[in-house]
């Protein structure tokens, strides 16, 4: 009798260890998958800068976004901000990240990546009233005409050079480059006056 009773002491002895020891356990456990948790939203948060700054790079270097479609640059902007925050994530961590966002938007648009961004916001600088002399003043680093021959399809007319180009009537033309085939055109047009009506670029 006494060889029956005191296995199931001993169960009784170790059965609270047990239990506190699933415990300890459960716990351990939970706080392994918060952390892994609070791992994941960190890095989804970091991807979505990377990707933000990424995607406002991208636009600016390929199409200029940032001078020519600015609306569209700040949705951008604000779009990798709000994909940037959305992750649940301290406070701070988020602040810092839409600030990251905001400071690269900035970048991105104050520097000139390629000769025709630098084009183009020279270009910006003229205004409507302002004379030939004073808008060739501010493009005279870049080439002046069209670059195309009077006649494209006329071969003779395109090995004379310079004697005959095509001409915009009551527009002052310039380029970005002296390449061939560059058709990235700043248009000034010019009222009867001889001043500014208005200014467009009319990319390749």
């Known amino acids: 009798m006494l060889l029956l009773v005191l296995p199931e002491a001993r169960y009784e002895l170790h059965h609270p260890r047990a ?3 699933m415990g300890l356990a459960a716990e351990s456990l939970a706080r ?3 952390r892994v948790m609070t791992h994941i939203r960190l890095s989804l ?3 979505a800068v990377l990707c933000g700054v990424g995607a406002l790079l991208l636009v600016d270097v390929a199409f200029m976004v940032s001078l020519l479609q ?3 640059f700040i949705a951008i902007a604000l779009y990798a901000g709000l994909m940037a925050a959305l992750p649940r994530a301290p406070t701070k961590s988020r602040v810092v990240k839409v600030g990251v966002i905001a400071v690269a938007a900035v970048v991105v648009y104050m520097v000139d990546w390629t000769i025709e961004k630098k084009f183009v916001r020279i ?4 205004e409507t009233g302002m004379t030939e002399e004073q808008v060739r003043e501010i493009m005279v680093n870049f080439p002046e005409g069209t670059g195309w021959p009077g006649n494209p399809l006329d071969e003779h007319s395109a090995s004379n050079g310079a004697d005959d180009k095509l001409r915009v009537p009551n527009h ?7 390449r061939a ?3 990235n055109w700043g248009m000034v047009e010019l009222g ?8 467009q670029f009319s990319p390749d």
């Open 19 to 21: 239990a506190k020891r």
């Open 181 to 183: 085939g560059d058709s």
């Open 45 to 47: 948060g970091s991807v």
């Open 70 to 72: 600015w609306q569209a």
């Open 192 to 199: 009867d006056d001889g001043r500014v009506v208005s200014v």
């Open 172 to 178: 002052l033309v310039f380029r970005p480059t002296t």
């Open 32 to 34: 392994l998958r918060g």
């Open 123 to 126: 270009l910006q600088t003229i």
